[in-house]
């Protein structure tokens, strides 16, 4: 591959007007949406909600999401981006609205799963256009700054949702979401950029199945699922931890955890752009393995920031990197479809890691154990990329002998 001149990369910046303005409203979707996760299910239980239905409001929003990505990816395809975008936002906007008229807990399960389409639809929708937008040669670096984004959104908005309804009350809280949900949506009005060309149609059309995920993207969403899985089971069961270990604040550990993200991103997303993925993925993995046993072995406040800070490492680097790598491996006219299969990966792995971590945790007695169990997945993480990437290198060079 020819080096990219300064000329080439003067003609192809990545702060454009369009980067800017759908970076700002990913930041406001993700805040709106973070300000909710720990204070609605915080509501359910004061409505007389019990264990299950407060799971409930996860799951089924999870669930909705899931099922929705394919749909939405095909669609983005088929019928263009921002149509897609506008759509789920608006629809996003519209439910957290509704939450405020809903006093009993089915009502607000029912609106959890259209919540959930919405969510879908606009956050593979964004993640499509940001693909489009940024230059080839400058991938990962601007998935590298697009996602700090949703780090900066996953760091404040919780704290901020429980602020605001420890002092103001729910209804605040649903206000200034709603708010933010919909000033993502009027950014997004002004979002303009050259879309891809559409491949020609071949004459046989294509399977029901490859309509709805896109093969090329398999791989990088295969080992995506490893890292959410474990993720799934850190933001699920990090509090229960704190009270196993006898750590006080576990809020320690999100919060060094998105620092180290916000840190890494930029430098990993340079380095994937000039040396390629396993550059970025192969440390990526240690440090995530690395991350995960020190956390199992924390008992104090500071061993839990040290463990948050090596795997803040991991995850900053591996998250946007396999992100860049799915849109690489993708034509331009299957990104919706690519990037569907990518974020149904993500929510697939934490649902998972919710659910298996949580029967390891329960058999062993010991969420210690079942962190330690879960670096088996970026092992087999570690595996599965390094025999493709063997594979791919013994191609190369028997071409290169021929």
């Given at each position: 591959?020819a ?19 759908t ?72 439910t ?30 964004l ?11 400058r991938?990962g670096e ?5 996602g700090l984004s ?47 060309q ?6 046989q ?36 931890f ?7 604040n576990?809020?320690?550990?999100f ?11 930029p ?5 994937f752009d000039r040396?390629g ?42 998250q ?6 799915t ?21 697939l ?18 969420y210690?154990f079942m ?10 993480f570690?595996?599965?990329y ?6 791919a ?9 021929k």
């Amino acid at each position: 591959m020819a080096p990219i001149s300064k000329q080439d990369k003067k003609q192809k910046p990545l702060w454009t007007k369009a980067f800017l303005i759908t970076s700002l409203s990913n930041l406001l979707l993700f805040f709106s949406f973070q300000m909710l996760i720990p204070t609605i299910p915080t509501h359910v239980s004061e409505l007389g909600g019990n264990d299950v239905q407060v799971g409930l409001v996860i799951g089924v929003f999870t669930i909705s999401s899931l099922l929705t990505r394919p749909f939405a990816g095909r669609a983005l395809d088929l019928l263009g981006r921002k149509h897609v975008l506008l759509v789920g936002l608006a629809i996003c906007a519209l439910t957290i609205a509704g939450y405020s008229y809903m006093a009993a807990i089915a009502l607000i399960l029912a609106a959890r799963f259209v919540h959930g389409i919405g969510w879908g639809m606009s956050t593979t929708s964004l993640g499509t256009v940001i693909a489009d937008i940024i230059p080839p040669e400058r991938r990962g670096e601007g998935m590298g700054y697009y996602g700090l984004s949703n780090t900066f959104a996953m760091a404040l908005a919780p704290l901020t949702g429980l602020w605001i309804m420890s002092t103001y009350g729910f209804p605040r809280v649903l206000l200034i979401s709603t708010i933010l949900a919909l000033l993502s949506l009027f950014s997004s009005l002004f979002i303009t950029y050259n879309k891809p060309q559409p491949l020609e149609k071949s004459a046989q059309p294509p399977k029901l199945i490859d309509r709805l995920w896109e093969r090329s993207s398999l791989l990088p969403s295969a080992l995506l699922l490893c890292t959410a899985i474990c993720y799934g089971g850190i933001v699920t069961f990090i509090t229960l931890f704190g009270h196993e270990a006898g750590i006080s604040n576990v809020g320690w550990f999100f919060l060094c955890n998105a620092s180290m993200v916000l840190l890494i991103r930029p430098i990993t997303g340079i380095l994937f752009d000039r040396k390629g993925p396993a550059w970025v993925l192969f440390p990526g993995a240690l440090f995530t393995i690395a991350g995960l046993l020190l956390l199992s072995y924390a008992h104090s406040e500071l061993s839990l920031a040290i463990s948050a800070l090596c795997y803040g490492v991991g995850f900053g680097s591996l998250q946007p990197a396999l992100q860049a790598w799915t849109i690489a491996r993708a034509e331009p006219s299957r990104r919706g479809a690519a990037n569907g299969t990518f974020f149904s990966a993500n929510d697939l792995g934490i649902g998972l890691g919710a659910m298996a971590l949580g029967a390891i945790a329960t058999s062993s007695g010991s969420y210690a154990f079942m962190y330690r169990c879960s670096t088996v997945l970026i092992i087999i993480f570690i595996l599965i990329y390094g025999w493709c990437f063997w594979q791919a290198r013994r191609s190369t060079l028997q071409f290169a002998h021929k």
